[in-house]
């Protein structure tokens, strides 16, 4: 399995911008899906989370300005970035944990870093 990661780009504050993160293979059933973010000489930090039923997490930071979704059909999970703010300035991982059908072994897959950058 591979992901890959799209979508980020430069955006002036308030601005919005939208993540995408596909899964390409066959064979495997997805669990929890994820976006960390890694801000410039910071530690990788986790922004949301979304559950196989859709169950939503977010850092404090992010709350009420991102919404995490994801697209079981398309193997897909999205990340909507709202009223962005410099400090969300940061490479943008996602990370999807999946399992191959009737095995219980869990994968921890990653795509590569999105870059996301806000300022005036």
């Known amino acids: 399995v591979q992901l890959q990661a799209s979508g980020g780009g430069f955006v002036q504050p308030g601005g919005s911008l939208r993540l995408s993160c596909a899964a390409s293979?066959?064979?495997?059933?997805?669990?929890?899906m994820a976006w960390y973010r890694q801000g410039p000489g910071k530690q990788r930090e986790l922004v949301a989370t979304?559950?196989?039923?859709?169950?939503?997490n977010y850092a404090d930071s992010v709350k009420g300005r991102f919404t995490i979704s994801r697209d079981n059909t398309k193997s897909t999970v999205l990340l909507q970035m709202n009223s962005m703010m410099p400090e969300d300035t940061a490479d943008y991982y996602c990370?999807?944990?999946?399992?191959?059908?009737?095995?219980?072994?869990?994968?921890?897959?990653w795509g590569q870093g999105t870059e996301v950058t806000v300022s005036s």
């Open positions: 990370n999807m944990k999946a399992r191959r059908w009737g095995r219980s072994y869990v994968y921890n897959f």
């Open positions: 293979g066959s064979g495997f059933r997805f669990d929890d």
């Open positions: 979304i559950t196989s039923s859709d169950t939503t």
